[in-house]
């Protein structure tokens, strides 16, 4: 399974969960910039703007980790929480980012590769 082939509404919990994963040290990185870029790239140009504002909508972390309870389909939390961990590993995991990480791989009972 691919970027492209998550549903819209899983489009939109992953583009939330970049935008508060960017946003979790304090500054966002070039890493940060290109999965944006790359994200960009997946999603066809007028789905990806509705999946921006829709993302752009949730305006709280809570309200990002409550929609990610929504993502169901196993496949789709693999591939987000693979975005997600491949965004933050260059730059060396900080704090927040760990708790983002963690609190996901509970909402979604994977098994966390920060744990140990």
Do not use: C
Request: charged share 25%; glycine share 6%; proline share 3%.
């Amino acid at each position: 399974m691919s970027v492209a082939e998550l549903t819209e509404s899983e489009q939109v919990v992953l583009l939330a969960l970049v935008g508060l994963m960017a946003r979790a040290d304090g500054r966002v990185s070039e890493v940060e910039m290109d999965t944006l870029q790359e994200l960009r790239e997946q999603i066809e140009p007028e789905r990806f703007e509705r999946v921006r504002e829709a993302a752009a909508a949730l305006d709280s972390s809570d309200a990002i980790l409550h929609a990610a309870g929504s993502v169901m389909r196993s496949a789709a939390t693999q591939i987000i929480y693979g975005v997600l961990l491949g965004m933050a590993i260059p730059d060396t995991i900080g704090e927040n980012e760990a708790k983002i990480l963690e609190r996901l791989a509970t909402i979604w009972g994977l098994e966390s590769p920060l744990e140990g």
